[in-house]
């Protein structure tokens, strides 16, 4: 049974989080998901990873 994620993408999977946590959200006008998956090319699954780490990594900013 696999997670759905290629392990390969895990670098990019935390550049894209990166990305979302320190660009502004009015930098960003189109959906998130949208966003994540044109500009690093990741599936939906991978795209949801990167968000679900964005939102960690601001919260440790907090």
Known sequence: MTSGIDHEN????GEAALWLATTPKQS????AIVDIKERFG???LEAIQAIREAD??????S
């Open 56 to 61: 960690l990594i601001k919260a440790r900013a």
């Open 10 to 13: 895990t670098a990019l999977i």
């Open 28 to 31: 960003r006008p189109r959906p």
């Open 42 to 44: 990741l599936t939906a």
